[in-house]
């Protein structure tokens, strides 16, 4: 072979090399969509370890990291009802790689709070809803009222003399005893607790005589006759107590206050990112193994959605809860 013909052999060579090199370097639509997850995602809840909340969020990874076969791991970081949490991640970065599992009080923040760090709709892609479950109005199983009818006749005649505990200030659970009283025309206090466990331990030592408390949590003291169960918040009756009537059943016709968690991320996450997460969501929803413990997790209904049908939720959430925030009189934060 002549010299010509092995310098331009050379030559092809070197700019076959660069031309590969480039290719590779070139940031092609929807590449990072389809290399994602290469390492461990995390999902992060802004609740108290080993509630309610943390449980369901460790059942949703289990669920994610069987579909995506990556590791996903739960970081609970209380605070704030929850806004430390979300705070963090609008502000982490739009990789996949660090998602948010909020509940009902995330829309509840919006309302109250005169001003938050991070945009409750437009600072996330939404990716799926988890669950929706109702509460539960309860009293210890010694109380004078045996019906949800006798407690508002009770606070009735006597106004201000009954109080009701919750998980906390600006929860779902005060923001639905909040609309009981309005709808029910009655004058009861609220006190806040820490939580389901200190609002129950609360009921129990009778500090407060009714709650409005998380089904789930508060449905063995009910099996246990320890606690009495009025009625759940649901237009219907929850398949978890299926002997405690609905508000509506008990005489306030069309109440109905469901709470809800759901997935999300930060904004600017790659929309094909978030459509292999929602794919993963529903997938792992109808998996009867994970239905079933998300199910006697939160005693609730597993009902998947679309990113824009959990952006629609979210956004009448708000509108709902402010309205009621409002009505209350409940001072802003």
């Given at each position: ?108 923040s919006a309302g109250l709070y005169k001003s938050l760090s991070y945009q409750p709709v437009d600072g996330f892609e939404m990716i799926s809803t988890i669950v929706y479950y109702a509460l539960v109005v309860a009293t210890r199983s010694d109380h004078e009222a045996k019906t949800l009818g ?184």
């Open positions: 072979m002549s010299k010509l013909s092995k310098s331009i052999r050379g030559r092809i060579l070197a700019c076959l090399a660069v031309s590969i090199f480039v290719a590779s370097s070139i940031d092609v639509p929807g590449a990072s969509a389809q290399a994602y997850p290469n390492r461990v995602i995390r999902i992060v809840h802004g609740f108290a370890s080993g509630g309610a909340a943390d449980t369901l969020s460790r059942v949703v990874a289990d669920g994610l990291a069987k579909q995506l076969n990556e590791t996903v791991i739960v970081e609970a970081k209380p605070g704030a009802g929850g806004n430390l949490a979300s705070d963090a991640v609008a502000k982490a970065a739009p990789d996949g790689y660090t998602l948010g599992l909020v509940t009902g009080g995330h829309a509840i006798e407690l508002i006749a009770l606070a009735k005649a006597k106004p201000g003399s009954l109080s009701f505990g919750s998980v906390g200030f600006g929860s779902t659970h005060h923001l639905a005893g909040e609309l009981l009283k309005a709808a029910a025309g009655i004058d009861v206090l609220h006190v806040p607790y820490r939580g389901d466990s200190q609002a129950i331990t609360a009921l129990l030592a009778g500090d407060v005589p009714m709650i409005v408390g998380t089904s789930v949590l508060v449905a063995p003291q009910i099996e246990s006759g320890a606690v009495r169960g009025l009625a759940v918040t649901s237009s219907t009756r929850s398949a978890l107590l299926p002997n405690v009537p609905s508000v509506d059943e008990a005489g306030l016709k069309g109440f109905d206050v469901r709470t809800w968690a759901g997935l999300l991320a930060p904004k600017g996450t790659p929309p094909g990112i978030i459509a292999q997460l929602n794919a993963a969501v529903l997938k792992s929803l109808a998996d009867p193994g994970i239905r079933a413990r998300l199910e006697a997790a939160i005693g609730g209904e597993v009902r998947g959605s679309t990113p824009p049908e959990m952006r629609e939720l979210l956004t009448s959430e708000i509108a709902r809860w402010t309205a009621v925030i409002d009505a209350a009189k409940i001072p802003k934060l």
